[in-house]
């Protein structure tokens, strides 16, 4: 069965640093998205992404964040200039057309020290 | 207006019993309403979903009520399992906009 896979597993970086987290969506997906989710707290939207460009963003989502799809199959999150509050589970997920099941990728355990 | 409130934050439930997670929501524009179950270090899997025009699914064990007049959508596990032990995540969604999650529900089903 198709998943949405992940790199790294984990990430633990420093203050300042920048982290680029990769998500390989499930192929023949058109809708793209970044989630988090804070140890213990819920799953939070980050931004969603069509057709080569952004189509929805949360507050969260700051001059600090970018998203890319630099080939056909992957799918970035960059975060530029890490602060201790970006530690979190970040999951990528992917959905056929928008309207339906968003399917999870495993998530990037990221550790900002 | 976009948050998805759950309850409750922990449930004990014993084996064979009835787990029921509650969910209420106060944007009348969302159309969609899956819930999720999450393992430890996993991310969420789509366990099942409604849309508002129907009032109940049925999923093998699994049930959401839906009452679309007090905007509240809830979660019944029939013959709960230790393997049903989660987290459980309501969440709500419009056309094709992002998913707003509650808060969770740690499910534990002692044997």
């Known amino acids: 069965e198709p998943e949405v896979t992940q790199t790294p597993s984990h990430q633990v970086t420093q203050m300042g640093q920048e982290v680029i987290l990769r998500c390989v969506p499930i192929s023949n997906h058109l809708y793209f998205y970044w989630y988090r989710q804070i140890l213990g707290q819920k799953v939070e939207f980050l931004v969603s992404f069509y057709n080569n460009e952004i189509s929805e963003k949360s507050e969260i989502f700051d001059d600090q964040f970018s998203v890319e799809r630099p080939d056909g199959s992957n799918f970035t999150l960059k975060i530029r200039s890490t602060k201790l509050e970006d530690s979190a589970m970040y999951f990528c997920?992917?959905?056929?057309?928008?309207?339906?099941?968003?399917?999870f990728g495993p998530g990037t355990r990221l550790l900002v020290l | 207006q976009q948050q998805v409130k759950q309850s409750p934050q922990s449930l004990i439930v014993q084996k064979g019993g009835i787990s029921i997670i509650n969910c209420a929501y106060e944007?009348?524009?969302?159309?969609?309403f899956p819930w999720y179950q999450q393992f430890p270090g996993k991310g969420p899997a789509l366990l099942i979903a409604i849309r508002p025009d129907v009032s109940e699914k049925k999923e093998g064990r699994f049930t959401i009520s839906f009452n679309k007049s007090a905007k509240q959508f809830s979660l019944h596990i029939m013959d709960s399992q230790p393997g049903d032990s989660a987290t459980y995540f309501c969440?709500?969604?419009?056309?094709?906009?992002?998913?707003?999650f509650g808060s969770g529900t740690r499910l534990q089903v002692q044997p």
């Open positions: 944007n009348t524009a969302f159309d969609y």
């Open positions: 997920a992917s959905s056929v057309t928008g309207q339906e099941t968003q399917y």
């Open positions: 969440a709500a969604s419009t056309g094709r906009r992002a998913l707003t």
